[in-house]
């Protein structure tokens, strides 16, 4: 059974850093692009960042590069998004979602797993 379950998620101050993560399992993560989108409340659910499993393909939206990075621990197959100097802006939850591809999409439509997802609040 194909599970990405996201944990991590909580409250900060503007300025502040969060770390959240991804645990993969039932399935086969070499095959597979990650990423990592947010949907804050009314808006869209929007691409932050994404990675292929095991090489070098990593991409960041407008928005967060040079301040979220992502990153995966393959032994523990788990993928991570370090969040520095958040914003109130960041405040969304975050999911993570998997894609059988050799490099990511910012497409959501493209992606063939999803998990449940991690609500991240930035206060000013």
């Known amino acids: 059974q194909v599970k990405l379950v996201e944990s991590g998620g909580g409250s900060v101050q503007a300025g502040g850093s969060l770390s959240i993560y991804c645990k993969a399992s039932?399935?086969?993560?070499?095959?597979?692009?990650m990423g990592w989108f947010r949907q804050a409340p009314g808006k869209e659910r929007e691409f932050v960042a994404g990675?292929?499993?095991?090489?070098?393909?990593?991409y960041y939206s407008e928005s967060v590069k040079g301040r979220f990075t992502i990153s995966r621990d393959n032994a523990r197959n788990t993928v991570y998004l370090q969040m520095n100097s958040l914003k109130p802006e960041d405040t969304a939850v975050y999911y993570c979602?998997?894609?059988?591809?050799?490099?990511?999409?910012?497409?959501?439509?493209?992606?063939?797993?999803w998990g449940q997802g991690t609500q991240v609040t930035v206060s000013s």
């Open positions: 039932g399935f086969t993560t070499d095959n597979y692009a």
């Open positions: 979602a998997a894609d059988y591809s050799i490099a990511p999409t910012t497409n959501l439509a493209g992606y063939d797993y």
């Open positions: 990675r292929t499993w095991r090489g070098g393909n990593i």
